[in-house]
């Protein structure tokens, strides 16, 4: 399976506190993609970032990608109470043609 | 604000009966994708579409489950017979490949 793996399961952590999630792979990547999902909602995408990136950036978010390792991170800087949500990797099939997703981990983030 | 959206939000029937969701996609958009998303096994992909082709429905019960794409505007998923063990919330998606996908809001599946 090329499922990502994400740990995690779950996370509970305090407004402000930055919060780590972890994603390993099995299989070589094009790239590996972050969504979140808040409680009854779809998902939304966070980030992608490709096999020739190291890190990548946007806003209170930093993903890095170790393809040596097979993992990925993501962080969430100076978290908020909005910020609590699901959050799930994903990497390409060997089709080259889909997006499979983790199981994701469960972060909650309280006030 | 394009987005993709799924007809019914919720539905309640009863085993055996005929269910059909749809979905349209984000126009533009070369690949269309449903997953399910249950608390026991997560998000599994069922099927999905390139240029409305079907590519890949190995995720999906063969039986009773059947998905088309009828035009570039709506994709539809259909359950005849329902089980119980239905029950979950599926979610369409589109997008380009193995790029980012956009989903929809989910249509939520009750099967008594």
């Known amino acids: 399976s090329q499922q990502g793996e994400e740990d995690p399961q779950a996370l509970s952590i305090q407004e402000g506190e930055n919060a780590t999630m972890n994603c390993s792979y099995k299989t070589s990547i094009n790239n590996l993609q972050w969504y979140r999902q808040n409680s009854g909602r779809g998902l939304v995408h966070l980030i992608l970032?490709?096999?020739?990136?190291r890190e990548k950036h946007s806003g209170r978010l930093r993903v890095t990608l170790d393809t040596s390792k097979k993992s990925s991170s993501l962080l969430i800087t100076a978290s908020r109470a909005a910020d609590t949500a699901s959050y799930f990797c994903a990497t390409i099939n060997q089709a080259g043609t889909a997006l499979i997703f983790g199981k994701g981990t469960t972060l909650s983030v309280s006030s | 604000d394009a987005r993709v959206t799924q007809t019914p939000r919720d539905k309640v029937t009863e085993m055996g009966q005929e269910v059909t969701m749809r979905c349209q996609p984000i126009?533009?958009?070369?690949?269309v994708f449903w997953y399910r998303q249950t608390m026991m096994q997560g998000l599994e992909l069922l099927a999905y579409f390139r240029n409305r082709a079907p590519l890949d429905d190995s995720g999906m019960p063969k039986d009773r489950f059947s998905a088309e794409m009828p035009d570039a505007t709506l994709a539809t998923l259909k359950i005849q017979p329902s089980e119980p063990r239905d029950s979950a919330v599926y979610f369409c998606?589109?997008?380009?490949?193995?790029?980012?996908?956009?989903f929809g809001p989910g249509t939520r599946l009750l099967v008594l």
């Open positions: 126009l533009g958009h070369n690949t």
């Open positions: 998606a589109s997008g380009f490949g193995g790029e980012t996908q956009y």
């Open positions: 970032i490709r096999s020739n990136e």
